[in-house]
């Protein structure tokens, strides 16, 4: 039962391969943010071979992960909905495909609050270690 779910964000997606911003708030990190701001930046998801396996595994591991829904995935953008085992507060996670580059870009953000206590930062580890 999600207690805090928050409101789903309107602007969610990756036009031209590009995802928000992360927050102004120290509550979530991108891989698209700028590397000279670790509060926010974290590295993209690196994988070699084929773009599509890659992708494929990126579902897998997020469907493996206890509380994850998987909303939106278009074969190169994808959307799920992370929700915190106590209170049901739910992070976006967002993934794009960066196929040329052999990455994928993540954003992973809170809805509410002002902080995360790391839990987003947490998770996009966690994903690149289910990757690896």
């Known amino acids: 039962m999600r207690l805090f779910p ?32 670790p509060g926010h930046y974290i590295e993209p998801i690196r994988f070699a071979g084929n773009p599509a396996k890659a ?23 994808l959307h799920a909905e992370c929700s915190s085992a106590l209170l049901g507060f739910v992070d976006d996670l967002e993934c794009v495909l960066d196929r040329k580059a052999g990455l994928i870009h993540v954003r992973s953000a809170a809805r509410l609050g002002r902080r995360d206590f790391g839990v987003n930062r947490a998770r996009v580890e966690a994903l690149r270690k ?3």
């Not at 579902?59 to 953008?77: C, E, F, N, Q, S």
């Open 130 to 132: 289910a990757m690896s």
């Open 55 to 77: 992708w494929a595994k990126l579902i897998a591991a997020l469907r493996a992960t206890p509380r994850v829904a998987v909303i939106t995935d278009k074969g190169k953008y």
């Open 6 to 37: 928050g409101t789903r964000p309107k602007n969610l997606g990756a036009p031209a391969g590009k995802l928000r911003p992360a927050p102004r708030t120290p509550n979530g990190v991108s891989s698209q943010a700028d590397p000279s701001d």
